[in-house]
T-cell receptor
Framework: AQTVTQSQPEMSVQEAETVTLSCTYDTSESDYYLFWYKQPPSRQMILVIRQEAYKQQNATENRFSVNFQKAAKSFSLKISDSQLGDAAMYFCAYRPLLSGTYKYIFGTGTRLKVLA | DGGITQSPKYLFRKEGQNVTLSCEQNLNHDAMYWYRQDPGQGLRLIYYSQIVNDFQKGDIAEGYSVSREKKESFPLTVTSAQKNPTAFYLC????????????FGDGTRLSIL
């Protein structure tokens, strides 16, 4: 079965510093997509970044970037120049490409605190 | 503006009562999903639907039921068989194309009276 693991229940970072959130997954598929979602206190889920498994280049969206290591099945999120508004729960998600379903599998989340 | 609307924002259930959570989307998405969120457990899939009049059980479907009579609507009924319904419920939708992310509603908080 496919699983997604976020081993850090909580992380803290100083404002303007850089933090990395880890995510590992288990799958026998070769083609899939990976996502990071942010859930602020309002509880709305917001897409942060997306990575296609067939692309070797790591995805980047402004201050957010990923370190995708396909062989190691690792998909970490790096937040640079952390801001107070980055404080939220962050969820890693996996979706297979060819399984015939549209199921997304989520990790248990990492709560990020940003210290002023 | 296109989006997903969940209602109500807060809902209370009495013992033995069925309650229905509404989810409507105007994004013209084919696929819709219901998740339950509990502290420390992330998002767990209850049901999902890829097309109208068809839906599949997710990982925790027991005690829940859904319908998909219209493309834009995917209501979730929490039945009296669900013994621990207190949770935050999120509805999502996505385009029927590989790699497309899910879009989420603002959620419904269900509590037991």
């Amino acid at each position: 079965a496919q699983t997604v693991t976020q081993s850090q229940p909580e992380m803290s970072v100083q404002e303007a510093e850089t933090v990395t959130l880890s995510c590992t997954y288990d799958t026998s598929e070769s083609d899939y997509y990976l996502f990071w979602y942010k859930q602020p206190p309002s509880r709305q889920m917001i897409l942060v970044i997306r990575q296609e498994a067939y692309k070797q280049q790591n995805a980047t969206e402004n201050r957010f970037s990923v370190n995708f290591q396909k062989a190691a099945k690792s998909f970490s999120l790096k937040i640079s120049d952390s801001q107070l508004g980055d404080a939220a729960m962050y969820f890693c998600a996996y979706r297979p490409l060819l399984s015939g379903t549209y199921k997304y599998i989520f990790g248990t989340g990492t709560r990020l605190k940003v210290l002023a | 503006d296109g989006g997903i609307t969940q209602s109500p924002k807060y809902l209370f259930r009495k013992e033995g009562q069925n309650v229905t959570l509404s989810c409507e989307q105007n994004l013209n998405h084919d696929a819709m999903y219901w998740y339950r969120q509990d502290p420390g457990q992330g998002l767990r899939l209850i049901y999902y639907s890829q097309i109208v009049n068809d839906f599949q059980k997710g990982d925790i479907a027991e005690g829940y039921s859904v319908s998909r009579e219209k493309k834009e609507s995917f209501p979730l009924t929490v039945t009296s068989a669900q013994k621990n319904p207190t949770a935050f419920y999120l509805c999502a939708s996505s385009i029927d194309r590989a790699g497309q992310p899910q879009h989420f509603g603002d959620g419904t908080r269900l509590s037991i009276l």
